[in-house]
């Protein structure tokens, strides 16, 4: 039995699944994919099912593969060389990776390309709905009149449909959740669609970890401070307070059928929950970080993840 882990050399959560795999003496591989090229590639007869990677220390046969854990694949860094080909040769092991992804089809926590597919955000928020769970008022759009409707109609936030990164050369932009002003907030809509959805407002932020049937949610007192009031991700404050807990079991159950809906076996799944006790859903993040909750809560996300790649 070998668990492979797809990743990179600078994934702090990987770290987390490999400690836990040695204190069980499961054998793993950690595939850093920036560094295929230190790898040399064996198909025999040219069957993926059979494909050995073979390094300068380690070989990996696909065959013994048992578990494998999707984490954050980089492209390969490829060497000095004309943009032409470099371009060549990163579409060459990136094909090779792909036919590792698909000849791992079923031992999976998440397939590569259930990932992809999940992170399509209106398809969360119409498989949320449709498990019970309650979703804000929503619009996505980049016409500016629909826009001003919809925000004529109370208090609303704005937030990216896929990209929350902007990068400018050096350090990038994150693209926080913004509070919409009625004046200029919906300036420059038209270059790109955006998410537009009613503010709920907030007792507090809540993120649950779903892995297989477990649940660990975790409260985010995101209201103590302005600035992480909208967004609790902004102003990157390291006292806001994370305390485990039990969610109401309705919700914890529609928390793992939308990950099932999604094909997923983990989610990274973000709620608000309002004045009344009301939780609703934002997003659902297939590959979503859980690291800082395991070491701020003591939740056992590790155990359960490497539970789940080596049932």
């Known amino acids: 039995m070998t668990v492979l882990l797809a990743t990179n050399r600078r994934d702090v959560t990987t770290d987390f699944i490999a400690l836990e795999l040695e204190r069980r003496a499961v054998v793993f591989h950690r595939l850093n994919t920036e560094d295929m090229l230190e790898y040399r590639v064996l198909l025999p007869n040219g069957d993926p099912s059979c494909m050995r990677l073979v390094n300068r220390t380690r070989e990996l046969e696909l065959s013994e593969v048992t578990g494998a854990y999707y984490r954050r694949p980089l492209p390969p860094e490829i060497p000095h060389n004309t943009p032409s080909t470099a371009a060549y040769m990163q579409a060459e092991w990136s094909a090779i990776l792909r036919s590792v992804w698909n000849a791992l089809a079923g031992r999976w926590l998440n397939c590569p390309f259930a990932i992809l597919r ?72 038209e270059s790109a669609p955006v998410i537009l959805q009613s503010e709920v407002p907030k007792r507090a932020d809540v993120r649950v970890i779903v892995v297989d049937d477990q649940v660990f949610a975790t409260m985010i007192e995101s209201q103590a401070h302005e600035e992480t009031s909208v967004d609790w991700r902004k102003g990157v404050r ?74």
Do not use: M
């Open 238 to 311: 390291t006292d806001l307070e994370h305390r485990a807990f039990t969610l109401p079991h309705e919700v914890e159950k529609a928390c793992v059928a939308v990950t099932r809906s999604l094909d997923l076996r983990y989610s990274a799944i973000d709620l608000v929950e309002d004045p009344d006790g009301t939780f609703w859903f934002l997003e659902a993040n297939p590959n979503g970080q859980w690291a800082w909750i395991e070491q701020r809560t003591g939740a056992r996300i590790a155990e359960a993840i490497v539970s789940g790649l080596v049932r």
């Open 118 to 189: 999940a992170e399509d955000k209106p398809r969360q928020l119409a498989v949320a709905r449709a498990e019970g769970l309650q979703v804000p008022r929503t619009l996505i759009t980049n016409d500016a009149e629909h826009a001003k409707n919809f925000l004529a109609d109370g208090a609303i936030v704005a937030k990216p449909l896929r990209h929350a990164l902007i990068e400018d050369g050096g350090a990038g932009k994150v693209v926080f959740t913004s509070r919409v002003e009625q004046d200029n907030g919906l300036t420059g809509i």
